[in-house]
């Protein structure tokens, strides 16, 4: 547990337009439970600073980066933990990972 609220992690939660439960499903609303179920407990730990979704789409100033599979960035959160290994557990408990995927990039502080 981190005594700590300065982030030391951000974790970028991306996806492929189109996959996991769509919008208006009863497995989108089930997703949502869990999505809050986790972000209540890092909070209650310490461990998240804060957390935010994203709208679509973007907009992109200056020479746009590709991403990976054309995929979407649509949430992040603002990790304080001890270590490397502490966000990739965290990581590991997202519920979206089975059609998309979570960037770990620790910050330079």
Known sequence: MSTT????HI???RHLPGTGPQEGSTELEAEMGVWERVDRELRRTGQLV???ALSSPST???TP???PSSETIFAVHALAVASDAEAESIAARM???EYGSTEI???MV
Do not use: C, Y
């Open 5 to 8: 609220s300065t982030p030391s």
């Open 11 to 13: 974790l970028i939660h």
């Open 50 to 52: 804060s957390g935010w």
């Open 60 to 62: 992109t100033v200056g």
């Open 65 to 67: 980066a590709e991403l």
């Open 95 to 97: 519920p979206h990972l």
């Open 105 to 107: 990039r620790k910050l």
